[in-house]
């Protein structure tokens, strides 16, 4: 699963938050340790997230593949996300 988010530079996706390490599909790359506001729509109201980038990696679409690590973030905010991005057990 994965839900939209907005970058300075376009549009994504949150693909996975574990602690505070992000996995994300982004419009841009961006060299290691540059930090990067992204907001996450996950309700009415974007989830605004600051995190600076581990490293990215093009895709076949053009688009990139980022680790992020969360700098600042709301904890109810992380547990919403958290909650959001695990699958649904049985």
């Keep these: 699963?994965?839900?939209e988010c907005e970058f300075r530079e376009g549009k994504g996706e949150l693909l996975s938050l574990v602690r505070d390490q992000m996995q994300a599909i982004g419009p841009a790359p961006y060299a290691p340790g540059t930090p990067?506001?992204?907001?996450?729509?996950?309700?009415?109201?974007?989830?605004?997230?600051?995190?600076k980038?581990?490293?990215?990696?093009?895709?076949?679409?053009?688009?990139?593949d980022l680790t992020l690590r969360v700098i600042n973030m709301r904890r109810a905010h992380r547990d919403a996300l958290t909650a959001a991005l695990t699958p649904a057990t049985l």
């Design 1 to 3: 699963m994965s839900i």
């Design 36 to 51: 990067i506001r992204l907001s996450v729509g996950l309700t009415e109201v974007s989830i605004p997230v600051e995190a």
């Design 53 to 64: 980038c581990g490293g990215s990696k093009r895709r076949d679409d053009g688009r990139f």
